[in-house]
C-alpha cells in the first residue's frame, strides 16, 4: 500500500493550508489515518489521527485550529490547517494503517511534505 502526500508550501502566519493523503494499492480496510510532522533534529510527533469509526485526536498545540477528516470512498485523509503559527513548520507525513486484499495487516508511511509559515 503506499501513501501519496499533497498540499504543502509556503504560507504567512494565520493563513490556511490543506494536506491531502491518498492511499494505493489492494486494501480491504483501513483503521487508522494519522498526520505526523517532523522538524530537524526532533522526533516525529503526531499532529492527528481519526480511526475507522470516525473518532479523532489532535495534539494540544493544533486543538481548535487543525481539522482532520476522511473519504473512506477514496482512501484519502486530509488536514485543514487554519491559524497557522511559524512553529507549525516541518515536514508533515501521513500514515496508514490497515488489511490489504490479501488479508496481510500494513502499515505504511506517505513520502512527506514540507510546511512552511513565515512572513
Known sequence: VQ????????????????LSCA????????????????????????VAAVVSGGSTNY?????????ISRDNARNTVYLQMNSLKAEDTAVYYC????TTGWSEQ??????????TVSS
Open 3 to 18: 501513501l501519496q502526500a499533497s498540499g504543502g508550501g509556503l504560507v504567512q502566519p494565520g493563513g490556511s493550508l490543506r
Open 23 to 46: 492511499a494505493s494499492g489492494v486494501i480491504a480496510s483501513i483503521n487508522y489515518m494519522g498526520w505526523y510532522r517532523q522538524v530537524p533534529g526532533k522526533q516525529r510527533e503526531l
Open 59 to 67: 495534539a494540544d498545540s493544533v486543538k481548535g485550529r487543525f481539522t
Open 95 to 98: 500514515n496508514a494503517e490497515g
Open 106 to 115: 500494513f502499515s505504511s508511511w506517505g513520502q512527506g511534505t514540507l510546511v
